[in-house]
């Protein structure tokens, strides 16, 4: 069977309104927003939520949110509920990002309570693991994918649709300066990951590579055997540099 990839972006803390419309209009003016070879999102600041997902609405593309708070409303200062992510349209929200890890305290506790809500309210989870570089140095990256893994999935009430996607990250390839994963660690660390979800769910959650994504590796990777799409950063901050990528990818896939 063809692999149909999930191929996104997530824009961090970047782009002014006037800088998301531009991009918004370029990609939706491609055949790609609704070819149904490749799975496509976009996660662009809360700023621009609505607005990205309105340009986007008539495109098969999926807008999301780069975070969520576990309760419905209430007094949490600057946070945003998965209520409020649905009334802007949003129908993805990630969840664990590193950098939500290193510098504002996410746990594997709040990571598993965001993805229950998330899943509650019928939204797409895309939840990010991934080993640092001292786990990695030291042969520990499948404890720390264990730990992670069973975290995310642990409150999660899988009897109604659950719409739960990983994304595995590793901490030392991320950002400007990482190292991107080689394709065949990657392919295995996903089956890992698979294997566990089979394991405590009795089918295999799918899993995209995300780190150093770039125009020199999307192709190998999403290639693998165990990698189900990519989660790209700055090389598709540019809807062209995004599109060159989906183009490359679903084109080797199909």
Same mark, same amino acid.
């Given at each position: 069977?063809?692999?149909? +990839?999930?191929?996104?972006?997530?824009?961090?803390?970047?782009?002014?309104i006037?800088?998301?419309?531009?991009?918004c209009?370029?990609v939706?003016?491609?055949p790609?927003?609704?070819?149904?070879?490749?799975?496509?999102?976009?996660? +662009?600041?809360?700023?621009?939520?609505h607005?990205?997902?309105?340009?986007?609405?008539?495109t098969?593309?999926?807008?999301?949110?780069?975070?969520?708070h576990?309760?419905?409303?209430?007094?949490?200062?600057?946070?945003?509920? +998965?209520?409020?992510?649905?009334?802007?349209?949003?129908?993805?929200?990630?969840?664990?990002?590193?950098?939500?890890?290193?510098?504002?305290g996410?746990?594997?506790?709040?990571?598993?309570?965001?993805?229950?809500?998330?899943?509650?309210?019928?939204?797409?989870?895309?939840?990010?693991?991934?080993?640092?570089?001292?786990?990695?140095?030291?042969?520990?990256? @499948?404890?720390?994918?264990?730990?992670?893994?069973?975290?995310?999935?642990?409150?999660?009430?899988?009897?109604?649709?659950?719409k739960?996607?990983? @994304?595995?990250?590793?901490?030392?390839?991320?950002?400007e300066?990482?190292?991107? @994963?080689?394709p065949?660690f990657?392919?295995?660390?996903?089956?890992?990951?698979?294997?566990?979800?089979?394991?405590?769910?009795?089918?295999a959650l799918?899993?995209?590579?995300?780190?150093?994504?770039?125009?020199?590796?999307?192709?190998?990777?999403?290639?693998q055997?165990?990698i189900?799409?990519?989660?790209?950063?700055?090389?598709?901050?540019?809807?062209e540099?995004y599109?060159?990528?989906?183009?490359?990818?679903a084109?080797s896939?199909?």
């Amino acid at each position: 069977m063809t692999k149909r +990839p999930w191929i996104g972006t997530s824009w961090k803390m970047n782009k002014t309104i006037a800088e998301a419309d531009a991009f918004c209009e370029t990609v939706a003016r491609s055949p790609w927003a609704s070819d149904d070879r490749a799975q496509l999102f976009v996660i +662009p600041p809360f700023t621009v939520l609505h607005r990205v997902a309105q340009a986007l609405d008539k495109t098969d593309i999926i807008v999301g949110a780069q975070n969520v708070h576990w309760k419905d409303a209430g007094a949490w200062t600057g946070e945003v509920s +998965p209520v409020q992510v649905k009334d802007c349209g949003g129908r993805l929200v990630e969840i664990g990002h590193s950098e939500r890890r290193e510098h504002f305290g996410e746990t594997d506790e709040t990571v598993s309570l965001k993805t229950e809500a998330a899943v509650r309210h019928g939204l797409v989870a895309l939840v990010c693991i991934g080993d640092t570089r001292e786990e990695y140095d030291a042969g520990r990256t @499948a404890e720390a994918l264990r730990r992670q893994t069973e975290a995310l999935i642990s409150r999660v009430e899988w009897s109604q649709p659950a719409k739960v996607i990983i @994304a595995y990250e590793p901490v030392w390839s991320i950002g400007e300066g990482g190292t991107p @994963a080689e394709p065949s660690f990657a392919n295995e660390q996903h089956a890992r990951i698979k294997e566990l979800t089979r394991e405590k769910l009795g089918f295999a959650l799918p899993v995209l590579y995300g780190g150093s994504v770039n125009p020199g590796n999307c192709v190998e990777l999403a290639n693998q055997e165990h990698i189900d799409g990519l989660f790209i950063g700055r090389s598709a901050w540019n809807a062209e540099g995004y599109l060159s990528i989906v183009s490359d990818v679903a084109s080797s896939l199909s």
